[in-house]
């Protein structure tokens, strides 16, 4: 059983930055592949981008080159850094786990959900 937990959201303004976190506990994380989620109300869960186990990354391409995950298997937390942020960033951002290696852009594939952390950006 993993728990996660994440911060470091809030409301920021056109083109600012973000560093989201997301700390484990139950297990650590250097064996699961981590997920960063988006939601906004009425739409569904959006893949965000991964850091497989094995160091593989991707990213949706809403947020490629202005969004970087990373993790620290010391600190058992798993980042978000979220640059030139935009008003369609805003949502309710989730960190996800999972050991599938299949289609890591579905959130069905995780197994494990953090309970969510707002950004708001404002224009």
């Known amino acids: 059983q993993v728990q996660l937990v994440e911060s470091g959201g809030g409301l920021v303004h056109t083109g600012d930055s973000l560093r989201l976190s997301c700390a484990a506990s139950?297990?650590?994380?250097?064996?699961?592949?981590m997920g960063w989620f988006r939601q906004v109300p009425g739409k569904e869960r959006e893949f965000v981008s991964r850091s497989s186990w094995s160091g593989s990354i991707y990213y949706a391409d809403s947020v490629k080159g202005r969004f970087t995950i990373s993790r620290d298997n010391t600190k058992n937390t798993v980042y978000l850094h979220m640059n030139s942020l935009k008003p369609e960033d805003t949502a309710v951002y989730y960190c996800a786990a999972g050991d599938s290696t299949a289609r890591y852009y579905l959130a069905s594939t995780y197994n494990y959900w953090g309970q969510g952390t707002q950004v708001t950006v404002s224009s």
């Open positions: 139950g297990r650590t994380l250097s064996s699961y592949n």
